[in-house]
């Protein structure tokens, strides 16, 4: 899924400042799962800028709505008359859900009030990590299953960097060295001999370097 | 490695003499002055100088530049290339540049991650790996082509170095990435410094069991100890660097206006040692920020004159 | 603050901590308001209750769950400890003090515990002061 965290109460406030009539519109498909910005992140959410709001003695109305995806219009018009009510809009979905929301309704301010980060999996309960970058040209077959381009801080295609020590990565003890993981991997998979050849440098045009990305099915597109 | 003499490094490793390089880091600032009084204090006991990339990922005067200022004092500088902060196009371009300057050896490597440096906010780069580019400038080098295949007007042709780091993790693969390394067009190999010197060995064996020595040129990366601490913080702070436990405690067992000396001393047995290794054809002494000893240990170690 | 206040407590219990919070309080009524929120067991308390207890005025929160190692449902008071903690930080994101809200540890119908335990609710309020969002 795609993983985010909620943005500070601190920031939220001043992203909200200019406004007496705020929805916060939540998202209940990868926000959701990550606990950023579902049906329930927007209910807390609302309560504590109801509280910081009548704290710092700021007059201010917030509605809540949450829908399915904000990556789809046919749920986002499920907001729309919840968008018309109020003077701007704090979307807790993704970047993408956040903008096709703000595209939707030109005329009305609508505002990130979560960080998206990465497309990540649940490692465990409570912990999110990053597995994929969207380089758009898929080796995972040649390195066991684990991606270096997302794994490993350098992106090296060619095995590891002489940073690399028990296991874990020069930038950040916690993190395991992700070459260590492939050759760990592919020693079970009995492809040891992969990490002899030689990987030539990726075309990174498949990726967002190449600019903004699009993909049609025409076979879809009626 | 090709036949034509590219470089005065290559030539005497080629003729089989026992070589010394040495490291020289480049100012954080724009004086030309502060590159030269190192080379001062290098010229006459090295064979060449190696000139770091922003080493550290801390901003620094470009190791092009710093390789010039060395190159007109009559030194024979090795380029130091990270892959961290250049796209492919740059690194080319620098490659070609440094070859019209008149720079002849180049080291590729990965480089320290930004986050070490002083400006961790930046974005890296890691277009390609530093296997990527040591192939990239064997090509240029043996084909006189570039990455795109383009036919280059006048190719520069560089005598190819890589890092090896015979303490990092994993160790069994260590040695495939050598060979990999020498697959991909390395012609000399200069390794972290060493302190655990039974470990070094071992991967010695295992390079040579490989055939890879007879391949490569390895030189023996040493670093000169000031004291425990020093010894201390490399182990435990700085990636990829084994210093063993009973190294430390000599460091600390002597009283502290000794412990340069001692330092010293172990250097000397370091570099007695690697002299005779089969298949190690040379010593490079990183004394960072420490120039001024590189001299002091060159004679100490009876390897002045050099040729 | 003022002499007269006499502080709102929303208190959250699980019913295996106690079972009736109304005859544990008679000494408490004396000097503190207190709403209960019973519930079968603690990890019933999400972060959106206890949040929803200070905008309807409460000056303090506090969350009585059974002694560690002895929920009933295995986790649950873990669970409540760890949402509290949440919105302890919350509270002192929000500037509204995380201190107003407390979790106690309580043996079932261990009156005299709880009675300590609102009596010190009360003590920090004293300190605290009232609710500043209402």
């Given at each position: 899924m795609i993983v985010g965290k909620q943005k500070s109460i601190s920031e939220i406030k001043s992203i909200i400042a200019p406004f007496k009539k705020v929805l916060i519109l939540g998202c209940g498909t990868c926000v959701k799962t990550c606990f950023a910005g579902g049906e329930d992140e927007v209910s807390v959410l609302a309560s504590a800028l109801r509280l910081a709001c009548k704290m710092d003695g700021k007059d201010i109305e917030i509605e809540e709505f949450t829908v399915e995806r904000q990556c789809e219009n046919e749920f986002i018009q499920e907001g729309a008359p919840a968008i018309a009510r109020n003077e701007g809009v704090l979307s807790l979905a993704c970047g993408a859900g956040v903008q096709a929301v703000a595209r939707r309704f030109a005329r009305t301010p609508v505002l990130p009030g979560v960080n998206t980060t990465f497309i990540g999996v649940?490692?465990?309960?409570g912990v999110f990590t990053e597995e994929c970058a969207g380089c758009g040209d898929c080796k995972l077959a040649v390195f066991g299953g684990i991606c270096p381009v997302t794994r490993c801080a350098k992106k090296l295609l060619n095995g590891p960097c002489g940073g690399s020590q028990n296991g874990k990565c020069e930038v950040n003890?916690?993190?395991?060295?992700a070459w260590q993981l492939i050759i760990d991997r592919l020693r079970i998979l009995g492809?040891?001999?992969?990490?002899r050849i030689y990987v030539a440098p990726k075309n990174w045009q498949t990726s967002l370097s190449g600019g903004p990305r699009k993909m049609v099915r025409e076979d879809h597109m009626i | 490695m090709s036949e034509k003499p590219i470089s005065r490094l290559q030539v005497i490793l080629s003729k089989g003499e026992f070589a010394v390089t040495a490291e020289c880091g480049p100012p954080r600032g724009a004086n030309s002055k502060v590159v030269r009084n190192k080379g001062e204090l290098l010229n006459g006991y090295v064979d060449a100088v190696n000139v770091t990339d922003n080493q550290t990922a801390i901003v620094r005067m470009s190791s092009i530049a710093a390789c010039t200022h060395l190159l007109h004092m009559g030194l024979e500088p090795v380029m130091q290339m990270v892959v961290r902060d250049r796209n492919r196009i740059a690194l080319q371009s620098d490659i070609m540049g440094a070859y019209s300057l008149g720079i002849r050896n180049i080291l590729c490597l990965s480089g320290d991650?930004?986050?070490?440096?002083?400006?961790?906010d930046a974005l890296n780069v890691f277009d390609i790996d530093s296997m990527n580019l040591i192939r990239t400038v064997q090509t240029m080098r043996d084909e006189g082509k570039d990455m795109s295949g383009f036919e280059l007007n006048d190719p520069p042709r560089m005598f190819i170095g890589a890092a090896a780091n015979p303490f990092a993790d994993p160790f069994e693969y260590r040695v495939i990435r050598l060979a990999k390394k020498i697959d991909a067009g390395a012609d000399f190999i200069q390794t972290q410094c060493i302190y655990n010197m039974a470990r070094f060995k071992e991967w010695m064996k295992m390079a040579r069991e490989e055939g890879l020595t007879e391949k490569v040129h390895i030189l023996g990366g040493v670093t000169p100890l000031k004291s425990a601490g020093m010894a201390k913080f490399m182990n435990n702070k700085v990636a990829g660097m084994d210093v063993p436990d009973a190294l430390i405690k000599r460091m600390a067992g002597v009283p502290k206006e000794k412990a340069v000396e001692e330092g010293i001393k172990i250097c000397l047995e370091t570099i007695a040692e690697l002299r005779d290794i089969n298949g190690v054809h040379g010593v490079h002494i990183m004394a960072i920020e420490w120039e001024d000893i590189v001299s002091e240990i060159v004679k100490a170690a009876g390897l002045t004159p050099r040729p | 603050m003022t002499e007269n206040f006499k502080p709102k407590i929303t208190l959250f219990h699980c019913i295996n901590a106690f079972g009736d919070a109304d005859e544990l309080f008679t000494n408490g009524s004396k000097t503190c308001e207190i709403k209960t929120v019973k519930m079968?067991?603690?990890?019933?308390?999400?972060d959106v209750f206890l949040l929803r207890a200070f905008e309807a005025g409460a000056d303090a929160v506090v969350v009585m769950v059974c002694p560690e190692g002895q929920c009933r449902y295995v986790e649950g008071n873990i669970r409540a400890k760890k949402r509290v903690a949440w919105v302890r930080n919350l509270l002192d994101e929000i500037g509204l003090d995380g201190r107003r809200l407390s979790l106690t540890h309580m043996s079932a119908g261990d009156q005299a515990a709880a009675t300590r335990t609102i009596n010190d609710v009360v003590k920090k309020l004293a300190e605290l002061g009232p609710n500043p969002a209402v």
């Open positions: 649940l490692e465990t309960q003890p916690e993190t395991d060295c492809q040891m001999d992969n990490l | 991650h930004q986050s070490f440096g002083s400006q961790p | 079968a067991c603690s990890s019933m308390v999400k």
